[in-house]
């Protein structure tokens, strides 16, 4: 009932005579609340102790009486472990992409090239993850971003640590910055960046990328990163998540590589924090 109650733009598509959007059995298990999920995942591992024994599973029990993860059977018999993370995908009006580009520790510095994300709780719809994820983490963005639909991605691997299938849900939610909005928050970068954001969207256009592996583009991704303005968004007022306008084609040609890390990360060492206050 909740589910179809919650349904609707613009978290979902409307419910139908045909079905409801998010309501597969995964779906619904992760946002059921923790006595529920707990009861599953121990009939899950039930159905795996009769397969296997060892450390690993015990340490799956454990996380799975604490709640810390969603273990199911599927229809097919399978024994899956489940993650589900909501992200949010804004787009501003020249193409660029909200990315979280780092987070910063006292005076480490780590890169981090995703989308804005948190793992889905119990007992949650997308939309509230949505809305603890503003409240908490984006509440610069609130007010000035347009939702309008959620897209659903499936990854599925093997789980080194546990030694089950693991299925990693990720419901993207697109949304559009306002026209000729921006964003009340610290910035860091060169002069020249800070002083126009214009100048920024053109020089990281000029040359786009057709991929980041070789030299020459490592060098190029470095240059044209420099060229961004960095956003600051703390925790508290010694840690926090470094954000971009990363432009569209950097963030489709970005494979994760460990030399794309290394870049970023010189990168983000060459930025300077704001003197001013953190807002938190």
């Not at 993650?83 to 193409?95: E, H, I, M, P, T």
Request: with cysteine.
């Amino acid at each position: 009932h909740r589910r179809v109650t919650s349904a609707g733009p613009p978290h979902t598509s409307w419910p139908s005579d045909l079905g409801v959007p998010l309501t597969d059995y995964c779906d619904v298990v992760v946002s059921m609340d923790k006595a529920a999920q707990r009861i599953i995942g121990n009939f899950a591992l039930r159905q795996l102790s009769k397969q296997r024994r060892g450390r690993a599973i015990e340490m799956l029990r454990k996380e799975v009486d604490d709640t810390r993860s969603v273990v199911i059977v599927t229809g097919s018999g399978a024994v899956v472990r489940l993650v589900s993370l909501v992200a949010l995908k804004v787009v501003r009006r020249d193409g660029s992409i909200f990315m979280q580009v780092g987070k910063w520790s006292g005076k480490e510095v780590e890169s981090a090239f995703r989308l804005p994300g948190l793992k889905q709780e119990a007992n949650e719809n997308v939309g509230e993850t949505l809305d603890r994820m503003f409240s908490t983490r984006l509440p610069f963005l609130q007010d000035i971003v347009e939702l309008h639909e959620v897209d659903r991605e499936l990854e599925e691997k093997e789980s080194r640590e546990y030694g089950v299938l693991t299925r990693y849900v990720r419901l993207i939610c697109q949304a559009r910055l306002f026209d000729d909005a921006g964003l009340s928050l610290p910035a860091c970068g060169s002069d020249e960046v800070l002083a126009s954001e214009t100048h920024t969207y053109r020089s990281t256009a000029s040359a786009a990328s057709s991929g980041t592996t070789g030299p020459a583009m490592l060098q190029q991704l470095l240059s044209r990163l420099q060229t961004l303005r960095v956003y600051v968004a703390g925790h508290n007022p010694e840690s926090g998540n470094l954000y971009a306008w990363v432009p569209h084609d950097i963030v489709s040609n970005f494979l994760g590589s460990s030399a794309e890390d290394a870049v970023l990360t010189t990168w983000l060492k060459q930025l300077r924090m704001p003197h001013a206050e953190i807002p938190i």
